[in-house]
Antibody, heavy 119, light 107 residues
Framework: EVQLVESGGGSVQPGGSLRLSCAAS????????MNWVRQAPGKGLEWIGL??????????EYAASVRGRFTISRDDSKNLLFLQMDSLKIEDTAVYYC??????????WGQGTLVTVSS | DIQMTQSPSSLSASVGDRVTITCRAS??????LSWYQQKPGKAPKRLIY???TLQSGIPSRFSGSGSGTEFTLTISSLQPEDFAAYYC?????????FGQGTKVEIK
């Protein structure tokens, strides 16, 4: 059974940093691309980025809203996906989901972790 | 960036109704579109990929159609468990972009 478990969420002040992790199990982690998607309270879904696999040289793509502030990485040896978030803004407050990628789009999703940016 | 305009933003329907949700892309995305269902407090679930291919395990009352810039998600006979929010996602071009969502409520 595919499982994705996000962790690392919490409260942080504007301008601060946070690192989210996503622990994967139940599939060959180094196979698929992986995404991060977020959802602000009461709002819709926002795709924020993706990391390709080893064959794709672990290259990344980002939404404009986070490019230059967020960094996605992965450790295939530990089945872990990361989201390093720097220079956080109030509008980054959201539930953050990690997802697998199959058939070209997010497939399995974690349960999400809440990040609150507030002074 | 490609803008995805979803309509309606909300609708009220009864059990057994046929429901159609539309997504329009600001430019041609071929058939590279997926549909998701999200229930309150839960992670989204993929229903459809490649515009019209039903995800394994999803009931056949869900169907998708369209290509280019206009797409539809149809629920042929709405069931109590289908009351939820629905989102389209284009993944033809980076950045990937979601529609703003459609909330399906009980009439």
């Amino acid at each position: 059974e595919v499982q994705l478990v996000e962790s690392g969420g919490g409260s942080v002040q504007p301008g601060g940093s946070l690192r989210l992790s996503c622990a994967a199990s139940g599939f060959i982690f180094n196979d698929p691309y992986m995404n991060w998607v977020r959802q602000a309270p009461g709002k819709g879904l926002e795709w924020i980025g993706l990391i390709r696999d080893k064959g794709g040289r672990y290259t990344t793509e980002y939404a404009a809203s986070v490019r230059g502030r967020f960094t996605i990485s992965r450790d295939d040896s530990k089945n872990l996906l990361f989201l390093q978030m720097d220079s956080l803004k109030i509008e980054d407050t959201a539930v953050y989901y990690c997802t697998t990628d199959s058939r070209g789009s997010p497939d399995y999703w974690g349960q999400g972790t809440l990040v609150t940016v507030s002074s | 960036d490609i803008q995805m305009t979803q309509s309606p933003s909300s609708l009220s329907a009864s059990v057994g109704d046929r429901v159609t949700i539309t997504c329009r892309a600001s430019q041609d995305i071929r058939n590279v579109l997926s549909w998701y269902q999200q229930k309150p407090g839960k992670a989204p679930k993929r229903l459809i990929y490649a515009a019209s291919t039903l995800q394994s395990g999803i009931p056949s009352r869900f169907s998708g159609s369209g290509s280019g810039t206009e797409f539809t998600l149809t629920i042929s006979s709405l069931q109590p468990e289908d009351f939820a929010a629905y989102y389209c996602l284009q993944h033809n071009t980076y950045p990937r972009t979601f529609g703003q969502g459609t909330k399906v409520e009980i009439k």
